[in-house]
């Protein structure tokens, strides 16, 4: 279930908030101030942040700011009741998804935040991705150790790797049998071509 946070001086507003979102089937959580809110966006994972620009002890530019370091996926709908144009474009220049009027459209406000969870679940399939092609590719999988067994295993791959001889590497789980295919192959003279599971 997709996680909101609100953050918002103004306990009516949080709390309609919180009511309509949780009608659409939301986990929300709720701060009535920067620090608070990201006391919580350090303790738990959050895909969508309403935050309002106007707050006592901290502001919501400035919350949206520190939030980009501890929280770099969330994404941050900004609100505000005294809104415009410049206040929106240094809003998204740092970083927010959106700028929304206080108070806010009801349907404004469900689309908008259904399309920061299209987004958020975008870059969380992308960071996945790229992952499995860094592990595909043999991009970071390279061999870190200095044993004089790891050293033979090494001498070996590089004996072997620019014959055309076949190989057959065997070992018990975890012990790094795809991580020496991997080396061969980049070693290989076939290392431009595709690796086969």
Known sequence: ???ILTID???AIRFALKDILELEGYQVD???DGPTG???LIQQKYDVVLCDIKMPRMDGMEVLERAQKIAPDAAFI???AHGNIELAVEATKKGAFDFLPKPPDLNRLLVTVRNALDRSKLVTETKTLKKKLAVSTGKGSEMIGTSAELGAVRKAIEKVAPTDARVLITG???AGKEMVARQ???LSPRAAGPLVE
């Open 30 to 32: 709720q701060a009535e």
């Open 184 to 186: 061969l192959h980049q």
């Open 172 to 174: 018990p789980n975890g």
């Open 9 to 11: 001086d103004e306990k």
């Open 78 to 80: 900004m609100l505000s």
């Open 38 to 40: 990201l006391d919580l």
């Open 1 to 3: 279930m997709p996680r």
